[in-house]
T-cell receptor, first 116, second 119 residues
Framework: AQKITQTQPGMFVQEKEAVTLDCTYDTSDQSYGLFWYKQPSSGEMIFLIYQGSYDEQNATEGRYSLNFQKARKSANLVISASQLGDSAMYFCAMREGSQAGTALIFGKGTTLSVSS | GAVVSQHPSRVICKSGTSVKIECRSLDFQATTMFWYRQFPKQSLMLMATSNEGSKATYEQGVEKDKFLINHASLTLSTLTVTSAHPEDSSFYIC???????????????FGEGSWLTVV
């Protein structure tokens, strides 16, 4: 079974609108971390936002917020006021366990296209 | 903030030759580094975990004799693609977790990635 599921291969949004990118995860660990990354065509991985499994508040970073629903095992990324520069591939990832030195497991990604 | 540097960013090599990719943690010591491979429009797939001073741990299906990993110091891990073939053409990216961090948030840092083309 996939650990991280991103069901939207592509999403389209107009400038200034909000968009939600879906992510569900599967783990039996009580301690885990959830990450979202943006990957432009250059390939670099740009960290956007992090949510720990014990964090009670949804994480927010500027225009990015993470809608964390633990019981549903979902960690959707919300981008408010989309900009043309937001066009990129977006990956949801999970680190299982409480050890910092554990590899991230990535979803298949969602390609976001922002139009004017 | 912490930085991980990867070199080269792009490399073209002839089929049958070997190519080395370096991953350096610039301002922290990384006892562990991870190597990922990514085909166009696809996910990042973990290839191996590089451990300083010991053998790397490879994921299932990754040929250890083809993808040689060396982690000789606390700041440098190298991935050598041996006897490269066109099907090895891909984007390779490393990451290093900062295990001395005081918090458990985003303590994972990625290199810039390396585009390998085998002709």
């Amino acid at each position: 079974a996939q650990k991280i599921t991103q069901t939207q291969p592509g999403m389209f949004v107009q400038e200034k609108e909000a968009v939600t990118l879906d992510c569900t995860y599967d783990t039996s660990d009580q301690s885990y971390g959830l990450f979202w990354y943006k990957q432009p065509s250059s390939g670099e991985m740009i960290f956007l936002i992090y949510q720990g499994s014990y964090d009670e508040q949804n994480a927010t970073e500027g225009r990015y917020s993470l809608n964390f629903q633990k019981a549903r095992k979902s960690a959707n990324l919300v981008i408010s006021a989309s900009q043309l520069g937001d066009s990129a591939m977006y990956f949801c990832a999970m680190r299982e366990g409480s050890q910092a030195g554990t590899a991230l497991i990535f979803g298949k990604g969602t390609t976001l296209s922002v139009s004017s | 903030g912490a930085v991980v540097s990867q070199h080269p960013s792009r490399v073209i090599c002839k089929s049958g030759t070997s190519v080395k990719i370096e991953c350096r943690s610039l301002d922290f010591q990384a006892t562990t580094m991870f190597w990922y491979r990514q085909f166009p429009k696809q996910s990042l797939m973990l290839m191996a975990t590089s451990n300083e001073g010991s053998k790397a741990t490879y994921e299932q299906g990754v040929e250890k004799d083809k993808f040689l990993i060396n982690h000789a110091s606390l700041t440098l891990s190298t991935l050598t693609v041996t006897s490269a073939h066109p099907e090895d053409s891909s984007f390779y990216i490393c990451s290093a977790p900062r295990t001395d961090a005081l918090f458990f948030g985003n303590t994972i840092y990625f290199g810039e990635g390396s585009w390998l083309t085998v002709v």
